[in-house]
């Protein structure tokens, strides 16, 4: 028993370790995912808060969420940034093309018509809708907002949708004692928050269709 004991605990690193790698490779995730939307960063950020919740560490929780905000609100400004500078180009960008490629026609019009009713509010429930950051974020590239303007929307923004999935992450984590088994209840969450708008959207759909049968 002690063998097996002095075992795990060389195989499981030490919390300061953990934090030197964690933090990090946090931000850097979070920011490649604000950048090349095809990375689940709402998972990582809730794995991150579960792990940071069996850590004794303090003020660990309070790093996950610094440090997903910050990245997240990096990754949107700069992302934003290059396509600015694909609108003013006369031959566009590939960021520009990457942005508008992942913002279908009817969610674009959607995205500029709410814009325009609600201004820079827009900018904090686009970050909460999964897959409704791209079409908000390209009606504020097609509306000329300065980058000024837009990171004063967005910064609330990425503080509300880090606070978000790390609740979600805690919530998950709670309900297991292993943080092994709280990160997996905090992915599979995230993936149902993720999936249910999506659903909802096609059943509404699908609805209208039937009935003009």
Known sequence: M???????????PPESTQQAVGY???FLLVLIGALVPVVPTGALVSS????????????????????ASLAAFCGDAALYWLGRRGIGSKNGSRWLEAIRSRAPEDRLAQAQQKLAEHGVAVLVLSRLVPAGRIPVMLACLLARWPLRRFCRGDLP?????ALT????GLLGGALFPEPWE???AAVLLTVLVSAVPSLWRRLRRSVPAQRSR
């Not at 002690?2 to 499981?12: E, N, S």
């Open 24 to 26: 990090p490779s946090l």
């Open 165 to 168: 999935y790390q609740l979600i």
């Open 48 to 67: 991150a808060a579960v792990v940071a919740a069996h850590q004794t560490a303090p003020f660990a929780s309070a790093l996950v969420f610094v440090t």
């Open 2 to 12: 002690i063998r097996l004991t002095a075992a795990v605990t060389t195989v499981v």
């Open 182 to 184: 709280g990160v997996a």
């Open 157 to 161: 923004a990425c503080l509300a949708w």
